[in-house]
């Protein structure tokens, strides 16, 4: 019940707006005095709503002007905001209206909770307003007439939404409240706290003021998850971009753990799309020796120009603990049995047999020589997983630190470096190592070995010969605890950027080729797959490899590191079949076999060699393609060394036609 308006009193006017009317309230000692809501029009509803509460103030203001006068009211809002709206900088042209006429009421105004302002929000959301809109004008434009194709589409969805569980409940009774005379249409029906209306055998559901089209399974939403990923149109969008384009359109109870999981088992777009992912598998440092050169890293600087003897190649032995590293000079064409003589001769000879040998998958270290030569000396071999060189890193970055050094150290004759290796080597062991707070030189041998500087100035950096074994074991010891230490720095930041990848056997993987040769043409990098597959897992190797099965048309190593490895989703919708899926054949990488004859061109300056290829098929090979077979050409040349024939270029005849002629 109202009071008679008291002139005396002071007034609080409350006011609210919803999206189809405002409602206001003038209240004098908490005793309601008049009510006052209005509908919107149609450009009011689509003002935001700071503005739609700041046009409920104007309003209340403006219909009780007779009231206020210049007296002083009170303005409660819910809409914190709008005590900020005089100190604003720039305005709207509506705004600067509104302000021009709040201008005139001495008024102030007063934030309060939405619980706080029921009599105001219950005005602004009355149901005549609410009625009165038409629920038909809010829904998609999608005819209800058109040819047999279109009805029978139509129908058959109605038959999907009585065979559906998820709109079970639901459709009943909004079939019955359509088929009652006395009700009205433009009520939706509130069912679990959204709105649902059917409309021409079609089933909608209102979401964030928004009406979308619910839809049936099963096929039916395969269809439409089809249309907006694999659709010429649509061109296969990621998850996340194809779940908010259907999510402007259509509506089901599952729709965003569908859509991932649709995109996911994708075929297409698991070979043909990068993963942006963290880093596959968290960092597990190698375990640190217990002695000087117990552990050995082994690898090759290759490409270096040609130099004194011809050397173009680098051997570069490290030791795991101490990170002394050894340099040594070779060829590139350099097979096992060369590796070993330096191994003996730069290692052994000196510090003794290691223990274990770290190494890539290079064809020297797997060849059958170095196996047998590393047996008899009781060596354990522990090589990397295919292109997973971190695995040999400490050699790897030592290549990195010996090349910068020639590169300083050579800057006006390249071919110079093998005289500078030496000298270059005895700065890189004189140097203290950021991970050991020491340099190899004083782990090994319990000194720092004098530099020229230093016998300018008659300084010498050595103690008594009698303290040296003590002092080395004291260095030692304490650059292992350093070792340990900065293993486990490294080991933290770096787990901060991966995450953990583990897969269970007979599971399938996608394997990540973008960086192997069988990834495509030189011709076609750019639009080369990124992974291939799905392959089976068949074992686990260590903690983060796994053993694939490959076909025989992939001659790569089959165990691969987890960070090349991608699970395999299946599909669930029963579009696509991994099964019927053909592994791609490479056409441009093979293994030899073995080689039968070579010919020269002096044309070219191109050597040419006859190989057998694992079909059992032969074909001519420039000697540039015969990428890690060093271990074949030397069993070539060392079995026809007696009688090395060579065939040279006849004009106006096929390859196959040339004529042998002795050297």
């Not at 089809?226 to 908010?244: C, S, V």
């Amino acid at each position: 019940m109202t009071r008679i308006f008291n002139p005396d009193l002071p007034m609080v006017i409350k006011t609210d707006a919803s999206k189809y009317a405002v409602g206001a309230v003038l209240e004098q000692e908490g005793f309601p005095i008049a009510f006052e809501s209005q509908r919107k029009s149609d450009r009011e509803e689509y003002y935001p709503a700071y503005e739609s509460e700041l046009l409920a103030i104007v309003y209340a203001l403006t219909k009780w002007k007779h009231f206020i006068g210049t007296r002083l009211v009170t303005r409660e809002t819910d809409h914190a905001t709008l005590s900020r709206l005089l100190t604003q900088k720039k305005v709207t042209t509506r705004l600067g209206y509104w302000q021009d006429k709040l201008a005139d009421f001495n008024s102030g105004v007063v934030h309060k909770p939405g619980k706080q302002n029921l009599v105001a929000d219950a005005l602004s959301r009355c149901p005549d307003y609410m009625n009165s809109i038409s629920i038909r004008s809010e829904l998609p434009s999608i005819s209800t007439r058109g040819n047999d194709q279109r009805s029978s589409r139509r129908l058959e969805w109605e038959r999907a939404y009585h065979q559906c569980e998820d709109f079970g409940d639901i459709l009943p009774i909004c079939e019955n409240f359509r088929a009652d005379p006395e009700a009205d249409s433009n009520i939706p029906v509130v069912e679990d706290g959204k709105e649902y209306h059917w409309e021409g055998g079609l089933l909608w559901v209102k979401i964030k003021n928004n009406w979308k089209l619910c839809v049936p399974p099963k096929n039916i939403r395969r269809e439409i998850l089809q249309g907006f990923h694999d659709h010429a149109l649509a061109g296969h969008p990621r998850i996340g971009k194809t779940t908010l384009d259907i999510e402007r359109i259509f509506w089901w109870p599952d729709l965003k753990s569908d859509t991932k999981r649709y995109v996911k088992s994708c075929i297409a777009s698991a070979q043909g799309k990068a993963s942006y992912a963290r880093y596959g598998g968290l960092l597990n440092p190698l375990p640190t020796p217990h002695y000087p050169w117990e552990i050995l890293n082994v690898d090759l600087i290759m490409g270096l120009p040609k130099g004194d003897m011809g050397y173009d190649a680098i051997i570069t032995l490290v030791c795991q603990l101490t990170k002394m590293a050894r340099f040594t000079p070779t060829f590139q064409t350099a097979v096992a049995e060369r590796v070993g003589k330096m191994l003996v001769r730069e290692v052994i000879r000196l510090h003794g047999v290691p223990a274990a040998i770290i190494s890539n998958r290079d064809s020297r270290f797997t060849s059958d020589v170095w196996q047998e030569m590393c047996k008899r000396l009781n060596i354990t071999l522990k090589m990397s997983t295919a292109y997973h060189p971190q695995t040999d890193g400490l050699a790897e970055r030592t290549n990195q630190t010996i090349e910068q050094m020639l590169r300083c150290a050579i800057l006006r004759n390249e071919h110079e470096w093998v005289d500078a290796l030496p000298m270059l080597e005895f700065g890189y062991n004189s140097t203290i190592r950021s991970s050991t707070r020491a340099s190899p030189f004083e782990m090994l041998y319990g000194f720092i070995p004098c530099k020229a500087v230093c016998r300018k100035y008659n300084l010498t950096t050595t103690t008594s010969s009698a303290n040296l074994p003590l002092q080395a074991e004291v260095i030692l010891r304490k650059a292992r605890v350093e070792l340990e230490r900065a293993k486990a720095t490294q080991q933290k930041y770096a787990n901060r950027k991966r995450r953990p990848v583990g897969f269970q056997i007979v599971d399938y993987v996608w394997l990540k080729v973008s960086h192997l040769p069988m990834s495509g043409s030189a011709n076609s990098r750019a639009l080369s797959l990124k992974h291939r597959g799905p392959f089976k897992i068949i074992s686990r190797v260590g903690q983060l490899a796994y053993r694939s099965k490959l076909p025989p048309s992939i001659w790569v190593h089959p165990v691969f590191h987890v960070s090349l490895l991608k699970p395999v989703t299946m599909n669930e919708f029963g579009l696509r079949s991994h099964t019927s899926l053909q592994v791609p054949v490479h056409g441009n990488e093979y293994e030899v076999q073995g080689i039968s004859k070579h010919r020269d061109d002096p044309r070219t300056k191109r050597r040419w060699y006859k190989v057998l290829r694992t079909d059992r098929t032969r074909r001519w090979e420039p000697e540039s393609n015969l990428l890690g077979c060093q271990q074949t050409l030397y069993n070539y040349f060392r079995g026809v060394h007696q009688h090395d024939v060579v065939y040279r270029v006849e004009e106006g005849k096929p390859l196959d036609e040339w004529q042998p002629h002795e050297r």
